[in-house]
């Protein structure tokens, strides 16, 4: 399966792919990616290929894609942490305008999620203490509600989160959301695991 991923090159052209298979069908390849990127994960010491590197990005990013549009999310948002600078940072966002943003990692709903390890549902941003517009400041956008869940890595280590932003077939995010989101975060944080371990690599080899 990653090998199929993997021809299909830039993220435009996975999303297109992603885009043609229907929720359950989407869900089974997640499932799928979990036990490939498994075994990969324990063999990443010997791999050094930056094209592989980026085909992880791009597989990222158009696996994001679909899990919001699966959820009916406007926009989705992954945030890694950066456990030595105690800071999360914007990975991907599901805009035409991709943009890098650092907050700190225990700053407004996402760094709760980080912080405490636990799924944060805001029904409505305008009355909930835990809503920082910060992020809405940096972007120009304007989050109503939204749905943050944490990443872990294979260790139980909190690597980040994902936020799913205004959800667009209804007033806000509810139970269903967050039981269809804990059925694609694992397969997600996967991903994210390799393509940081990639990327660590990466830099070393720089």
Do not use: C
Request: net charge negative; proline share 3%; no cysteine.
């Amino acid at each position: 399966l990653m090998k199929a991923l993997a021809r299909s090159g830039r993220s435009e052209e996975l999303v297109a792919r992603l885009d043609k298979m229907s929720d359950d069908e989407f869900l089974g390849m997640m499932t799928e990616l979990t036990d490939e990127f498994g075994t990969l994960l324990s063999t990443l010491e010997t791999v050094s290929d930056e094209t592989f590197e980026k085909m992880l990005e791009n597989m990222l990013r158009a696996l994001s894609l679909k899990t919001g549009q699966v959820l009916h999310a406007d926009r989705v948002t992954i945030f890694l942490l950066d456990a030595e600078k105690q800071e999360l940072w914007s990975k991907v966002a599901s805009s035409d305008t991709p943009l890098e943003i650092r907050i700190p990692a225990n700053a407004g709903v996402v760094g709760h999620a980080v912080s405490t390890g636990t799924y944060v549902n805001i029904p409505d941003t305008s009355v909930d203490p835990l809503f920082h517009a910060q992020v809405d400041e940096a972007t120009g956008y304007r989050t109503k509600n939204l749905l943050a869940a944490p990443f872990f890595d294979r260790h139980g280590n909190v690597m980040g989160a994902v936020e799913l932003l205004n959800k667009t077939t209804s007033s806000h995010f509810d139970a269903f959301d967050e039981k269809q989101l804990e059925d694609f975060v694992k397969p997600l944080g996967v991903v994210l695991e390799s393509w940081l371990k990639m990327s660590r690599m990466g830099a070393k080899r720089a």
